[in-house]
Structures are given as C-alpha cells and as structure tokens.
C-alpha cells in the first residue's frame, strides 16, 4: 500500500511540474533559413509570446556557431538595453532591430560575409517564464548575382548577333511591304518614286513603336535608288 500511495504522489508531483512548465513556457519563432548578401545588411528575426507579463527581467540571447562546427559563442545580450559583442567575429556589426513590447527580438548584421555562414540561436527568458523551444536561424551568405554570371562569349553574341537580327527582319519586312505596295501600283497602271512609296510606308509605319523602330533604324541603311517614273 505504501509503495502505491508513494507511486501515484510521484505521479502526482510531475504532472504538477509539467503543468508549471507547460504554463511558463515560452514559444520563440525564427526563420528556419535566410539568404543573405555579402556586405548588405541582413535581419534575423526573432519573435516570442509569454505567458507572463514582460519585465525589466527580460532576456534576450543570441548565439552563433560556425558552419564548420566548432565552439558556440555569444554576438548578443538584452536586458532593458542592448549589449552587442565587444569581441569576436561579430564585433561592432550587431545591432537591435526588436521591440520587446511586441514580442520581436530581431538583430541586424552589418556587412556579412561568407565567413558569417552557421547557425544562430534566440534565446528569450522573462521570469517566471523562461522554459522554452530553442529554435536556430542558418545563415547562408552569398556574392549577389553569383548565379546570373555571363561568360565572355555569351556576352558577345548577346551584344552582335541580337541587334543584326534585329535590323535583318526589319529590312525583310520593309522590302516586303515595298514590293507589294509597287506590285499594286504596277496592276492599276500608276507608278510611283521609291521615293513616294517610301513615305507612304513611313507614314503608314508611324503609329507603331515597331514602325517607329524600323523607320529609324532604315534610315541609316537604306542605299535605294529611285525607280524611274
């Protein structure tokens, strides 16, 4: 009897612990991954709800570890103000981007680099509240455009072949229209300039960005020479 009533006040005991802890937690959110740029100022971001009213006892704990592995240490710490590192990698490059009354404990880092890439942890504790999930941030930390690099030769045959095409079209349009506007003339027994016929193009052409292109670009490659009357 005894080892049964001592059973069931352990029982007893940790389900009343549990319900303290579960009633003192604290949820803290991150995002679980975040892109970055080297040497463009990046947000972590860092968001808690508490069970208990905030306080002047409030806590906020940020820690890296290298992507590497290697020892954890300590970029951040607040409490009323903020305590940046004053030492390490991250020295004079964290600065409080939060605010504590609406539950937002993000940092900012100024002019990351590659050697910044690891993870991150928030922590957050406002006693009585202080159990918590602890949650981690990877940074990853790239050269912008890395992944849009032209090579040489791809550069150049974007920079040649794309305007020749270009003006090759408009000229097989333009000589297009020109031969059926003469081809017409021709049927109804009246001929004009190519001169004449040139303008009724341009004319025709202009309420067009496309014509308006043409025209401008033709100008400067039209060798015509004018068709007897």
Known sequence: ?????AGGFLRLGLLLLYGVCNAFSLEIKVDPEVQAFVDEQVTLKCSFKSSSPITEKLTVDWTYQPLTGGHMETIFHFQSVAYPAVAGTFRDRISWVGNIARGDASIAIQNPTMNDNGTFTC???????????????????????????????ALLSILVFLPSTIVVILLLVR???????????????????????????????????????????????????????
């Open 123 to 153: 922590a957050v504790k406002n006693p009585p509240d202080v159990h918590h999930n602890i949650p981690q941030t990877k940074l990853t930390v790239t050269n912008r455009g890395s992944s849009v690099q032209l090579t040489s030769a």
């Open 1 to 5: 009897m005894r080892g049964r009533a």
């Open 175 to 229: 000589m297009g229209r020109k031969f059926g506007v003469l081809k017409c003339r021709r049927k109804s027994g009246y001929k004009k300039s190519s001169i004449e016929v040139s303008d009724e193009l341009e004319h025709t052409e202009q309420g067009t960005c496309l014509g308006r292109m043409g025209t401008w670009c033709l100008q400067c490659v039209d060798t015509d020479e004018e068709e007897p009357y």
